[in-house]
């Protein structure tokens, strides 16, 4: 298996919601990502995951709460989201050090 | 601050050969890599480059100079299914982080 999968592969959802995204690799690999990303624009990094332990936040709002259950799968928790929190979310996973990553075809969220 | 500046566009002619540039200016380097994204698609794994020198694969070629803090991805033989955003990326640190450039529109004429 040398894929990244990530459902649902849309979601509108409204503001007062509760939804989760989900991602799952069994290619072994140590890391998993969370990225936004908005059109005509590059993926923001949002979280990282290595060794199923959380390395990097990057300042995200706590609306977005990341869970790493084992170390194929990797969930994205949604809360009270916002307008512009709409995008496509992309979840990628890297055997090394960050500078291979494979991406997930990502889930675009639509808040409404 | 970190920067990596890409051009916006570039169009080449079906068959020819393109070059798509990224300098850089960052707090550390680790290595570039390059992405291919198309419309309404995720980023694909095209490239990494932590030494200086080519690496070729298929059509696709990348270079790194580390003194000139400059990188290209060369694609050759350009198909139409060539159109998409590239996208250079460089590893700053010893952790697991990337940072993504703003991305080349790459427009293929017949």
Redesign the interface.
Known sequence: DTEVTQTPKHLVMGMTNKKSLKCEQHMGHR?M?WYKQKA????E?MF?Y?YEKL??NESVPSRFSPECPNSSLLNLHLHALQPEDSALY?C?S?PR??????????TRLTVT | GQSLEQPSEVTAVEGAIVQINCTYQTSGFYGLSWYQQHDGGAPTFLSYNALDGLEETGRFSSFLSRSDSYGYLLLQELQMKDSASYFCAVRTGRDDKIIFGKGTRLHILP
């Open positions: 890391a990502y005509k624009k590059p993926p990094l990282v290595s390395s990097i992309l990628a890297s050090q960050g500078h291979e990553q494979y991406f997930g075809p990502g």
